[in-house]
């Protein structure tokens, strides 16, 4: 099981905006966040952003005499912190891009008369 450093929780913790004092994510949580995304780091902040924007989602916007308090901007500035971060973790993983393929050789060069192969039914182009 892969586990933070105690340099990596403390970076972990300030990536995501919280304190140390354990109020939001415990320390064992968030190395459980580090297991779940498979020791990537920006996997591990994605996650736990996306957690806390599930429980932003629970607060709402009121109004009491002359204060006026919105709360769902909560949720719209971790959904971007989230929209990021998964961005972030895309990017750094190891991935494959497929950037497109061509016939070989182009169509546009094979003559349109064709032949049979003889020792199977498939078409045989000759180039021009």
Sequence with gaps: ???LSSDQL???QADIGITTD???FTDAELNRLYTRADSDYNTAVYLALRQLMANAVKFHDYTAGQTSVKKSQI???LKEQVDF???ESRTT???VR???SNRIPPRSNLDTDSYPDPKN???IYRRK
């Design 98 to 100: 497929i950037v497109g």
């Design 22 to 24: 354990e109020s939001v």
């Design 121 to 123: 039914t498939s078409v």
């Design 1 to 3: 099981m892969a586990s």
């Design 75 to 77: 949720f719209d500035h």
């Design 93 to 95: 993983a190891n991935q």
């Design 10 to 12: 403390t970076d972990l």
């Design 85 to 87: 971060w998964q961005k």
